[in-house]
Structure formats: structure tokens, C-alpha cells
């Protein structure tokens, strides 16, 4: 007779985890709009004034808008399997994810994953455009060759095409269920 208990309690539990994913999946969402849409401009006045001016552009506003908006236990960030600045390394918790999205090519749907001290973390793919091409593509033009070599030597975010994960967002973020 225990059974049907035990068969709605763990129902129960379920559509509460499906519902904690769902609010934390649109949290993660929220948090990262700022990032994207700040990284966007940056990089679409940049190039608006020249390939150059674009890599200063990526190359400061990036982890400068990436600081800005981490705060009250929020820390947003970019990071791929192939990195250009090594200080972009994946958060550990990051990699499976990552790893995941790299096995399967269909699969580009935003995932949420629950962090120690009751905090949460939300990963998005970045998917490389035409727009990415002459600074990710196959072929850099030599006024971006040059100092993109320079500023990174280490350099391994090249040889992307259209349509290829280029990498993915980041958001750690506290739970709702945590202490105040
Ligand atoms: C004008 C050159 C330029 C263009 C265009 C450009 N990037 Fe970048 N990208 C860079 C530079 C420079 C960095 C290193 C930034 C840093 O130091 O954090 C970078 C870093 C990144 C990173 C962080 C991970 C890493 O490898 O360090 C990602 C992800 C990324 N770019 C994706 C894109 C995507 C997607 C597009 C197109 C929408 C794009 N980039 C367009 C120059 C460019």
C-alpha cells in the first residue's frame, strides 16, 4: 500500500526539480543579456571603425564588461574548447557541458547545473557568424593577423566556420532557495 505513496512523492519531487530548472534557466538567461548585448556593440562599433579598432574593442570591453556586470554573487564569462586569451579557461564545473554541446552538433539547448553552496550555474552556446570570420575564420587578413599574434601567442580560436560551436556563456549566480 506504500507504493502509490512513494510513486507521488517522487512525482512531486520531480515537477519540483523541472520547475527549479525552468526558473533557473530563465534566470541564467536574464543575467546574461547585459553580457551579450554590451559585447555586441562593442564589437560592432569597433568593427565600424576598422578590423583594428575591433580588436581592442573584443580584446578590453570583454573582460571589462564581463567584470562590470559580476557582482552580487553573480560572475559571468566566456570560454571555449579552443581558447584565443588563456585567461578565458572554463570554470571546472563548465567542461561537461561544453564537452557535451562539442558531441553533439544538434544539441544547442541553453542547460542549467547546480553549484556547491546552493548557487547555480547557466551555459549557452556561442555559435560562430560570417560577422566572426575575419578574426575566427580560416584566413585572418594581415592587418588582423599580425596583432592578434602578438597580443595572443598563444592563439587557438582561428579555423572556425559558420555555424560551428565557437564557444560558450557562462553565469554562476545564487539559488533562490539560498539564505539571503
Ligand atoms: C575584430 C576581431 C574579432 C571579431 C570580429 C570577433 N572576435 Fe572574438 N575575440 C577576438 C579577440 C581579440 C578575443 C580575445 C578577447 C580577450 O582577450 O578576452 C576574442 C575572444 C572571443 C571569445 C572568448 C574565448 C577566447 O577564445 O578567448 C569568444 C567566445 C569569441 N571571441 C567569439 C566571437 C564570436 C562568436 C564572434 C562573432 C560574433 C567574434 N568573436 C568576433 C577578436 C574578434
Known amino acids: 500500500m506504500r507504493r502509490p505513496i512513494i510513486a507521488l512523492a ?26 551579450k548585448r554590451e559585447l555586441q556593440a562593442a564589437l560592432r562599433e ?6 583594428s579598432h575591433a580588436i581592442g574593442a573584443c580584446r578590453l570591453s570583454g573582460p571589462q564588461i564581463a567584470e562590470s556586470l559580476s557582482r552580487d554573487g553573480v560572475r559571468v564569462g566566456r570560454t571555449s574548447h579552443r ?61 588582423l593577423a599580425q596583432p592578434i599574434r602578438e597580443l595572443y601567442p598563444d592563439d587557438r580560436a582561428v579555423g572556425f566556420h559558420a555555424g560551428e560551436l565557437r564557444g560558450v556563456f557562462w553565469v554562476e549566480f545564487p539559488r533562490d532557495d539560498a539564505a539571503p
Open 10 to 35: 517522487a512525482a512531486a519531487l520531480m515537477a519540483g526539480a523541472a520547475f527549479a530548472n525552468e526558473a533557473e534557466l530563465a534566470r541564467g538567461a536574464e543575467l546574461l543579456a547585459p553580457f
Open 46 to 51: 569597433g568593427l565600424a571603425e576598422g578590423p
Open 83 to 143: 581558447l584565443r586569451n588563456p585567461t578565458n579557461a572554463s570554470p571546472g564545473w563548465v567542461l561537461p557541458i561544453l564537452d557535451a554541446y562539442l558531441a553533439n552538433a544538434d544539441d544547442r539547448a541553453p542547460r542549467v547545473a547546480q553549484l556547491e553552496e546552493r548557487r547555480a550555474g547557466y551555459v549557452e552556446p556561442i555559435v560562430m557568424q560570417p560577422l566572426c570570420e575575419p578574426c575566427h575564420g580560416d584566413s585572418l587578413s594581415p592587418d
